[in-house]
């Protein structure tokens, strides 16, 4: 038993070392994935739940890994968070979501948000403000079409100075959305404080909410309670139609997820865009 035990841990010992290792090569990637521009992003479109228009788009990070082929960002972003390499990506992301977003205006199509998810350790950078301002005045995009998703997990150091900050991307002109909302550990004064204007609802409440558990519990709370203090209300992760129903029920604003589409590239996002203009 005692020599098994020992081979246990020994085979433990040998996958814990794999991983690390595993870590270790695919930071090295990471690290030339910013030089060599692997990136690219996708959107999925946010709509009205009460007109069915698209009012929105989220831009998502994707990692085209010369050998692995996509990296999902659940894999790569807490990488990159560790190794501050979300810095050189974050502002990557966000250039060319603004660029991107611009150059649909500029083609004709209605005017949109899109919306960008920014890291703890984003958000703690001194020059932040400054940056997105020179992005703007870079990419011609007006504030109000810039959205920032961040989650109650930032102002975990210092809430004083992270509310700050807020005030500073607000008097830019740009919204502010919590992300995941319910899964953090922000009390409500905090969200009181907050200057932000949405709420979104994590998928996993969202997901609860299934033909078989009709489960709407936390959504209906939320929705409520953000309306309470007027601020509007996204429910993410929206894959059916009795989600959809019992969301708009219950007043929410606006929807994302698979119901509507995928997060799309570029080209396909606009697509989607032209064949809603056209419908
Ligand atoms: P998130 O910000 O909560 O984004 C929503 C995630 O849910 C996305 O996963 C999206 O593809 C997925 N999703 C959307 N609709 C549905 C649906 O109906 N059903 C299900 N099951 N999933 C749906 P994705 O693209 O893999 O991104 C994962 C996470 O990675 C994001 O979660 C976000 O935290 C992070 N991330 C992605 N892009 C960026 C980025 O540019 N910067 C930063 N800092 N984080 C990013
Ligand atoms: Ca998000
Ligand atoms: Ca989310
Ligand atoms: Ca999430």
Redesign the pocket.
């Known amino acids: 038993a005692k020599r098994s035990g020992r081979n246990h841990y020994q085979l433990f010992e040998a996958a814990m070392n794999t991983r690390a290792s595993e870590r270790l090569l695919l930071a090295g990637d990471l690290r030339k994935a910013v030089e060599r521009e692997e990136f690219f992003l996708c959107y ?1 479109p946010q709509v009205c739940l009460n007109t069915g228009r698209i009012t929105g788009m ?4 994707r990692w085209r890994h010369p050998d692995r082929g996509l990296v ?3 894999e790569f ?1 807490p990488l990159a968070e560790e190794t501050k390499l ?1 810095l050189p990506i ?1 502002e990557w ?1 966000l250039r060319t979501a603004c660029r991107q977003n611009k150059a649909w205006q500029m083609a004709g199509y209605q005017p949109m948000r899109v919306a ?4 703890a350790c984003q958000f703690g950078q001194p020059n932040l403000v400054a940056m997105i301002k020179k992005i703007l005045a870079d990419t011609g995009l007006e504030p109000r079409y810039l959205n920032l ?1 961040i989650t109650e997990s930032i102002t975990m150091n210092n809430v004083e100075r992270a509310i700050a900050t807020m005030h500073e991307i607000n008097e830019l002109g740009i919204g502010i959305s919590i ?2 909302f319910g899964t953090g550990y922000s009390s409500l004064n905090y969200l009181k404080k907050f200057p932000i204007q949405t709420l979104k609802i994590d ?1 996993s409440f969202v997901r609860d909410m299934s033909d078989l558990h009709h489960d709407a519990a936390i959504p209906t709370a939320i929705i409520a309670m953000a309306h309470s203090l007027n601020l509007k209300v996204v429910a ?4 059916t139609e009795v989600q959809q129903q019992m969301l708009r029920e219950r007043g929410c604003d606006e929807m ?4 509507i589409s995928r ?1 799309l590239p570029s080209d396909e996002f606009e697509r989607l865009l032209h064949s809603m203009m056209t419908a």
């Open positions: 999925q989220e831009a998502l990070v999902s960002p659940a972003i979300i974050g992301v960008v998810n920014l890291s998703e992300d995941d998928q993410e992760g929206v894959e994302q997820g698979y119901l997060p």
